[in-house]
C-alpha cells in the first residue's frame, strides 16, 4: 500500500477498516516521507499505549506506565548521535521507567540502510538480538559495541590522532604487552611498530578502522588499553 502512494495514515485506516479484531492491535506505521500513524486498541493488555514524533513511535503493551513510553520519545529526542544511539538511548529509558511489567527477556536491534551490509552485500546495516538473558538491553549494547568496532565505520573523524610522541608510545608499550611487538618503546612510529599495529587490528578484525596515513582512532587506543587491563588482571588471579 506505502508503495502505491498511500500515506502511513491511510494504510492504517484501511488496515483498521479490514480488521475485525482492530481493538486488540498494536501498531504503527512510518512511510518513506517520515509521516507516523499508530493505533493502539482499546482492548490491548493494560498499559498499553503509544508515543508518535517526526519520523518515529514508540509503543508498548503490559507496560509499567504511560511513562516507558514518554521517556523513551524523550530520549530518542534528546540523544545525540545517528539512529543506533537514538534507538539504544530510548530502549534503555523505557526499561529505567518500569519497561514491561513482566520483567526482561530479549531485546532486538535492527536497522536498514541500501547497501548497509558488509562490504555493501546486503541493506542490513545493524541486525542484533538477544532473544533470552535477565539484562537483555545492556546486553545488545554490548553486543553493539562489538559489532561497532567491527563491522561499522561511524565515528567522528575527530577521534582520530596522528600515531606520534605519546600516542606512539602508548601503541609500542601496549602491543609489546599484548605480545604483537617486540622492540623498543621509542615513540616514532616506524615500520616495526606499523606492522605489529596491522597486525593486532587483523587479529581483532578491526579492519574498517585501519588507517594507512599515520592515524588512529581513539577506540582503538582505548581497545589496546583494555585489553592490556584485562590481561593483567587474568595473570592476576592465575598467580594468586
Not at 530510548?90 to 519497561?99: E, F, R, S, V
Not at 535492527?110 to 538473558?133: A, M
Not at 601496549?174 to 587490528?201: P, W
Request: hydrophobic share 35%.
Amino acid at each position: 500500500m506505502l508503495q502505491s502512494g498511500l500515506t502511513a495514515a491511510e494504510v492504517l485506516d484501511r488496515l483498521l477498516v479490514e480488521d475485525e479484531h482492530n481493538q486488540v492491535r498494536q501498531v504503527a506505521i512510518v512511510d518513506s516521507k517520515g509521516n507516523v500513524a499508530a493505533h493502539t486498541g482499546t482492548n490491548c493488555m493494560h498499559w498499553a499505549g503509544h508515543v508518535i514524533g517526526d519520523g518515529y513511535s514508540c509503543q508498548g503493551n503490559i507496560l509499567a506506565g504511560k511513562g516507558v513510553v514518554e521517556s523513551m520519545a524523550q530520549a530518542y529526542e534528546t540523544t545525540k548521535g545517528d539512529l543506533i544511539d537514538k534507538l539504544l538511548a530510548g530502549l534503555m529509558a523505557g526499561q529505567k521507567a518500569g519497561g514491561d511489567r513482566r520483567g526482561q527477556q530479549s531485546a532486538a536491534l535492527l536497522i536498514v540502510r541500501e547497501g548497509g551490509g558488509y562490504e555493501g552485500f546486503t541493506d542490513q546495516y545493524v541486525d542484533l538480538r538477544v532473544d533470552d538473558s535477565p539484562h537483555p538491553i545492556e546486553e545488545l549494547k554490548r553486543i553493539m559495541d562489538v559489532y561497532d568496532m567491527t563491522m561499522l565505520s561511524r565515528e567522528d573523524p575527530a577521534n582520530l590522532v596522528p600515531i606520534a610522541g605519546s600516542v606512539a608510545r602508548s601503541v609500542q608499550r601496549d602491543l609489546k604487552a599484548l605480545k604483537f611487538y617486540n622492540g623498543s618503546v621509542t615513540g616514532v612510529y616506524d615500520a616495526a611498530t606499523k606492522k605489529a599495529l596491522y597486525n593486532f587490528i587483523s587479529v581483532n578484525n578491526f579492519e574498517n578502522r585501519m588507517h594507512q596515513d599515520g592515524l588512529i582512532w581513539r577506540s582503538i587506543l582505548k581497545y589496546m588499553d583494555e585489553s592490556v587491563k584485562t590481561r593483567k588482571r587474568k595473570r592476576t588471579v592465575h598467580q594468586r
